[in-house]
């Protein structure tokens, strides 16, 4: 059944009744269809939206962890070495993964250092891995073909959350003093 530009679907062929159960226009069935065939084909990114989506990502997990604070093990072991938690960020943080260690991830520390950890808190508190990795990152703020490096991005927002700290209390009030 048509009518008036729009796909009319009834139930009257299964049971008599006239009650429609959904009506919708072309622009929505184009709309329809037009998402089907996005998600089967996603559009590629540019260099500067490739570059916005993963400083959008490590800011919300960095803020996300900078709000909820780091679970009780590792906030102790960062500490241990001299990790200053709110003037550090987490980069990644992945807890209780099947087949890894309890903790495993990056974090950028107050001095700019960027550490990548294992740690296993199973049966006893155990670090299989407290490494700088700072050497081995992307600094460059333009490189051909891939835009901001890794190692820039994650700075820039340490020192954006750094901020936001110093300016919301005394918990990072000698932040100048250190860096």
């Not at 084909?41 to 709000?67: C, F, G, I, M, S």
């Not at 001299?82 to 943080?93: A, F, H, K, P, Q």
């Not at 991830?105 to 550490?115: A, E, K, M, P, S």
Request: net charge negative; with cysteine.
């Amino acid at each position: 059944m048509l009518g008036g530009g729009r796909c009319h679907f009834s139930r009257e062929a299964v049971s008599g009744q006239e009650e429609p159960l959904r009506q919708y226009g072309a622009t929505q069935l184009e709309h329809i269809t037009e998402s089907i065939v996005l998600k089967r084909a996603p559009k590629q990114l540019n260099v500067q939206q490739q570059n916005a989506h993963t400083e959008d990502a490590v800011r919300k997990e960095a803020t996300y962890w900078r709000v909820q604070g780091v679970p009780a093990e590792l906030a102790r072991i960062g500490e241990a070495r001299g990790v200053r938690w709110d003037r550090s960020i987490i980069l990644r943080l992945l807890i209780d993964f099947p087949g890894m260690p309890t903790f495993c991830g990056n974090l950028v520390t107050q001095d700019r250092r960027f550490i990548a950890f294992e740690i296993d808190a199973t049966d006893e508190v155990r670090v299989e891995q407290w490494e700088d990795i700072t050497g081995t990152l992307n600094f460059n703020e333009r490189n051909k073909g891939i835009g901001v490096g890794y190692g820039a991005l994650a700075l820039k927002i340490l020192r954006e959350l750094s901020a936001e700290s110093r300016d919301q209390g005394p918990s990072g009030a000698d932040l100048d003093s250190k860096s």
